[in-house]
Every structure is written in C-alpha cells, then in structure tokens.
C-alpha cells in the first residue's frame, strides 16, 4: 500500500529541549504502525506534530501527499487525521450520543443561523448526525446507551467513547495515544480486537502509542521505536523485541550485555 503518512527530519524543540530530534517514519495505508519507547522518549510531542498542536522547528509531515506541518489543528482535522488522547477527554456532563455528535461538527453546513432558525435543512442535518452517531455507538459496542452522562459509563466504554468520536469526523488515519492504559486484562483484548476492527473494516489506518506490550506486539504490522527523540529502531513486532538498542533504552546497558532477549 502507498503510504498515507510520511515524516522527515522533524525536529521539536522547547527551549534548550531538543523533544523530537531528525524522527524519520513512513506509515503505510490500512497498516497498524505502533509507535514505542521510554516515557520522555518524544511520542505525544510527535503526535502533536502531526495533528497541528506543535510546530516543528524542521523537517516536513506529509499526508497523502500533501504537506500539513505548520497547518492549523481544524484543517489537518478535515483533511482526514482524527485522535484520542492519554487521558480521556469526554464533555462528562453530556450524553454519550452528544459526546459523538461533537465530533460531527466539521460535517454540518447549515451554520449559526439554521441552528438558530431551525431551519428544515438543520432539522434534517440533525436528523443525520443522530443516525450516524448511533450507527458508530453500535459499532463501538454502545448501543443503546446514547442517552446516558458520559461520566456514567465504565472506564473502558469511555475510551470507546472517546473513539466513537473520532471516527464521527471521517478520518483516514486515526491516531491513538495509550488506548490501553488503565484498562483490565479482558478490556485489553477487547481493544485488540476492536483496533483490528478498525482497520479490517471502516479500512482506516491506525496510528498507535502504547505501553502495554501484549497490545503492541499482538496487533502491530510495524513499530518504531524512540529514545530521546530520536528513533532507535524499527522493524516487524518480533524484530523490535530482540533489538539490542530496544532492550538497552527499556532495560538499562546490563540487560544487553547479560543478553537478556525481551518476551
């Protein structure tokens, strides 16, 4: 597949922090491509590169083609780049189908004075981003809970929330930052299954942080690893996990001189 996203030399720095430092990496169409490394190591400064939030200082970001460093975060959002965060970033006080209407927005054409008017173009836009906020609750296993408080539903339906969101702003390629974080050992799975999903069937490339090893190496195609800003490895999942530089940035220098291989 033609790459979807590719990234050269980009630099970011704050102050005399040098966060991300020359990163190169190439993310193939329809792939799921992890992005690892210690904490500090510059993934979410990245993230932020990519998704319009920082600018770098050097280097280019291209998307299908296109260059989207230095863009503004709402164009690289219409362009097709949607995300989650760390931590959750639910409006805890509206409805779970409110929460998906959110992220809809970019979608409507009627503007301030339809919502005002209510006007029959409104209504019927509405209408629609109802129906499609319900279709994607379904797909994301919420059906049926589109009237309940956001802060009502269980830790991990609420990153499934948070992804149901996203996916109401059609994007191409969906970056996810530690999906996994805080959830159980079941929940886990499910999030494997369901990122799987994601790509097999809505054919949305995936763009993955994720600390929780078993996610990472059970789903990714490729993973890049980083240390200091800089990346340090990459390969298939089997490849990273027996890179002597991989296990030195995880496990400290003694690790790889003991020849301890990680599991």
Known sequence: MAPILEAHRVTKRFGGLTAVSKFDVTIEEQSIHSIIGPNGAGKTTFFNCVTGFYRPEEGSILFQGKRIDGMAPDRITRSGIAR????????????????????YQGHLKSGWFGAVARTKRQREEEKRAV??????LSFVG?????????????YGDQRRLEIARALAIGPRLLLLDEPAAGM????TQDLMNFIRRLRDELKITILLIEHHMQVVMGISDIVTVMDFGEKIAEGTPREVQTNPRVIEAYLGRGAVEHGVVAS
């Not at 989650?84 to 992220?103: A, D, H, K, P």
């Not at 159980?184 to 929940?187: A, L, R, T």
Request: hydrophobic share 40%.
């Open 142 to 154: 919420l059906a049926g809970r589109g009237d309940l408080l956001a802060k009502n539903l269980p």
């Open 131 to 136: 129906e499609e906020g319900r279709r994607l």
């Open 84 to 103: 989650t965060y760390q931590n959750i970033r639910l409006f805890s006080n509206m409805t779970v189908i409110e929460n998906v209407m959110v992220g």
């Open 184 to 187: 159980n050992p079941v929940e």
